[in-house]
């Protein structure tokens, strides 16, 4: 079953203002802070994906150069479909956004105190990627996160989805053979 959960809250950049030139966003501090967290509430740490990283990368591009804020592009396009578009194959994924804030430890309070962020913080994923932007969309401005969450289909999944429908073909083959011998 393929599900995903989206957390999206404003996060209002004047509660932590930010200075481009002193970021104290990073994903080292970022990944520690959300497996610091998941450790406490005795969940697994999440590994950090590159896949997941370009996603998120690529989420945040096309916020700023299309001036929106939210989950699913003007296009349409959600965020695990851009997880696919980099080569991974979720079973679930879920995408936390923020805005203004000064530091990976305020982003994570803040992530903790909306229930959808921190459900996603703690849901059964395997990968995290995080990418960081400066940008002003609207009325929020200062550092975007786009953090993505996914765990991966499956080994047998992965060998596609002809697999079922050659296996039916087989099968109603055999049928056949055997009314007829």
């Known amino acids: 079953m393929r599900y995903a959960i989206l957390a999206l809250v404003v996060l209002a950049a004047s509660l932590m203002p930010v200075n481009a030139q002193a970021i104290g966003i990073n994903h080292a501090d970022s990944y520690a802070q959300i497996n610091a967290y998941r450790m406490q509430n005795g969940t697994h740490s999440l590994m950090p994906h590159v896949a997941l990283e370009a996603a998120a990368e690529t989420k945040i591009n096309d916020m700023i150069e299309n001036n929106y804020w939210g989950h699913f592009s003007p296009t349409d396009e959600a965020p695990w479909d851009l997880i696919e578009e980099q080569g991974y194959s979720q079973l679930h994924a879920g995408e936390n956004l923020a805005i203004g804030f ?6 994570v309070k803040g992530w903790i105190a909306s229930t959808p962020h921190r459900e996603n913080m703690l849901a059964d994923y395997e990968h995290i990627g995080i990418a960081y932007g400066q940008a002003h969309i609207g009325h929020r401005h200062g550092t975007l996160v786009v953090a993505m969450f996914a765990s991966p289909q499956p080994a047998l999944a992965s060998i596609g989805s002809n697999l079922g429908q050659t296996i039916r ?13």
């Open 102 to 107: 000064a530091d990976s430890k305020s982003l």
């Open 169 to 181: 073909n087989l099968l109603s083959d055999l049928v056949i053979i055997r009314q007829f011998p």
